[in-house]
C-alpha cells in the first residue's frame, strides 16, 4: 500500500502543481491494488484542502485511470523501463492524461509540463526524478504527432482497457463491443432521484431552472443535470429533496412491486441509494443488511438526510436460513427481497474506471460462487408468492443470464418479466450504466 506522504509548502493548493503531486499519490495507491475511492479518501484525510482543490485532484485521478491505457503505451515508448517509485509513475500517468485530452482537459502543454516539474520538485519522492519528468513531457509534445498513432495502435492503448476485457466484452457482445466500451470512458452524467414524498419532478426541475441549472426528465423520477455540480450546490440535496443516483439503478424499486405494510429486505445494502428509494416509495417495514458495519453507517447517513427509518443489520447474506433466529435473521418471512449481489461491478466502469485495473480475470467465477450462495439463502426467507429481485453491476454473463438462470432452476423459481441486461449507453437520448434485472417469484410453501 502506497503510504500518503506530504509535499512541500512551496506548492500552493489552488496550483496545478499541488493536485498532480496528490493526484500522482492516489494514482500510484491503484496501481498498488487499493480502489481509487479508498486512495484518494487517504489523500484527503492528510490535506487540509478547499472543496474545489479536492474536486481537481479527484478529477486528475479519474482522468489518469481512464486515459491508463494509453498512457501506459506513450510511457512504454517515452522511458526505457517504468518509472520508479510508483508515484513517479502515477506523477506521469496524470500529467500524460492531461496532454492527451488538452482540448477537453483545459491545461495548454507547457503549464502541464511546467507544473509537473513543479509537482516532482515539492515531494521527497520525486524530487530526484524532475529531470526525467521534464524530458519524458516535452518529448512526447515535439513528437506527439508520431507517438500518438503508435500508442493508440493496439490494446490497451486502443480502448484503455486491459486485452482480457476486451476479449471478454466481444465474445459477450459481438455486436455492441464497442460502444461497450466506448460508453465506459465517458464521464457519467450527474442523475438524480427526486423523493416523490417531498416533491414532484416538475416541482424540482421548476426549482432546478430557478437556480440557473439546465435538467431533463429521464425516468419516472430521475433528473440529469446538464453540468455536474458538486452534491453540496445542488438545490435541495441537503434537505433530502433529491439524492444522487443513475437512472438504470432506480429501476429496481419499482420492478420490486412493494405496497404499503409489506415486510422487505434490502440484502448488501450499502451504500444505501436502493434503500432511500425504497422506502421513498412505500411504508414498508425495511432491514438493510451489509456484511461490513462501517458501511451501515453510510446507509444510516442517507436516511438521516431523508428522514426516513429503517433497520440496519451487520450480517452475511449467506448464513442465517431456514432455522429461525439463526443468524442475524429473525425467522420472519420476507413479502419482497431486493439482492444486489456482489459482482464485478464491470457494468459502472464510467464511474469507476479503476475497477478495469483492478479486476482479474477470475474474479467473475468468484463473486458468482459467493452471489449464488447468497441467492440460495435469501430465497429461504421469501414467503410463498413473494418477489425476489436479483441485481448486478455486471456485464458478464456468468454474472446476470447465466445466474438468474441457474438460480431459477436450482430452486423451481418462477421468473416474472424484468429488463434483463440493459448495456451502458452515454447519448443524449439515453444515459445510464450497465445493470442486470432478474425477477422470481416464490410459488407454493
Known amino acids: 500500500m502506497i503510504q500518503i506522504s506530504l509535499i512541500s509548502s512551496s506548492a500552493k493548493p489552488d496550483s496545478l502543481a499541488y493536485q498532480l503531486a496528490y493526484a500522482a499519490q492516489a494514482v500510484a495507491a491503484v496501481r498498488a491494488g487499493s480502489a481509487l475511492p479508498q ?54 500517468d496524470c500529467a500524460l492524461a492531461l496532454l492527451v485530452d488538452n482540448d477537453d482537459a483545459g491545461y495548454e502543454g507547457f503549464t502541464v509540463v511546467d507544473q509537473a ?111 455536474a455540480v458538486p452534491v453540496l450546490q445542488i438545490p435541495g440535496f441537503s434537505e433530502g429533496v433529491v439524492s444522487v443516483q443513475d437512472a438504470a439503478a432506480q429501476l429496481a424499486t419499482p420492478l420490486l412491486d412493494v405496497s404499503d405494510g409489506m415486510r422487505v429486505l434490502d440484502a448488501c445494502a450499502a451504500p444505501g441509494g436502493k434503500t432511500g428509494h425504497l422506502l421513498e416509495y ?27 427509518k429503517a433497520r440496519l443489520i451487520a450480517g452475511d447474506a449467506r448464513i442465517g436460513g431456514l432455522a429461525p433466529g439463526a443468524g442475524w435473521w429473525d425467522g420472519r418471512a420476507y413479502d419482497r427481497i431486493l439482492a444486489d449481489v456482489p459482482c464485478t461491478a464491470s457494468g459502472i466502469v464510467r464511474r469507476h474506471p479503476d475497477i478495469r485495473w483492478l479486476r482479474r480475470k477470475t474474479d467473475a467465477e468468484q463473486l458468482a460462487t459467493l452471489s449464488a450462495q447468497i441467492l ?28 438468474a438462470n441457474a438460480f431459477a432452476q436450482r430452486n423451481n423459481a418462477t421468473r416474472l418479466p424484468a429488463p434483463g441486461q440493459l448495456l451502458p449507453t452515454a447519448s443524449a437520448e439515453t444515459d445510464h450504466d450497465g445493470l442486470f434485472y432478474a425477477l422470481f417469484q416464490k410459488t407454493g410453501a
Not at 282 to 308: F, G, M, V, Y
Not at 386 to 401: D, I, R
Request: hydrophobic share 45%.
Open 376 to 403: 440460495d439463502n435469501l430465497w429461504q426467507m421469501l414467503r410463498p408468492d413473494g418477489k425476489l429481485l436479483l441485481v448486478t453491476c455486471s456485464l458478464w454473463p456468468l454474472e446476470s443470464e447465466q445466474q
Open 282 to 308: 412505500a411504508d414498508i417495514e425495511l432491514d438493510a443488511l451489509d456484511h461490513d458495519a462501517r458501511r451501515l453507517a453510510r446507509i444510516n447517513e442517507n436516511l438521516q438526510r431523508l428522514q426516513l
Open 39 to 92: 486512495a484518494l479518501a487517504a489523500v484527503f484525510k492528510r490535506i487540509d484542502a478547499a472543496p474545489p482543490t479536492r474536486g481537481a485532484i479527484q478529477d486528475i485521478s479519474y482522468r489518469a485511470m481512464r486515459r491508463r491505457g494509453v498512457t501506459d503505451s506513450l510511457l512504454a515508448l517515452l522511458a526505457n523501463k517504468p518509472p520508479q517509485p510508483e508515484v513517479l509513475q502515477g506523477l506521469l
Open 117 to 227: 516539474v513543479e509537482a516532482a520538485a515539492a515531494s521527497p519522492a520525486m524530487s530526484f526524478a524532475k529531470g526525467v519528468v521534464n524530458a519524458i513531457l516535452r518529448r512526447f509534445l515535439r513528437e506527439r504527432v508520431s507517438l500518438m498513432p503508435q500508442a493508440l495502435k493496439t490494446p490497451p492503448g486502443t480502448w484503455n482497457y486491459p486485452t482480457w476485457w476486451i476479449d471478454r466484452l466481444q465474445a459477450a457482445y459481438p455486436e455492441q463491443w464497442q460502444a461497450i466500451l466506448h460508453a465506459g470512458n465517458q464521464e457519467p452524467p450527474l442523475t438524480l432521484r427526486v423523493n416523490r414524498r417531498r416533491s414532484t419532478v416538475d416541482q424540482y426541475l421548476a426549482t432546478l431552472a430557478a437556480a440557473g441549472m439546465a435538467a431533463r426528465q429521464v425516468g419516472p423520477v430521475a433528473v440529469r443535470l446538464e453540468r
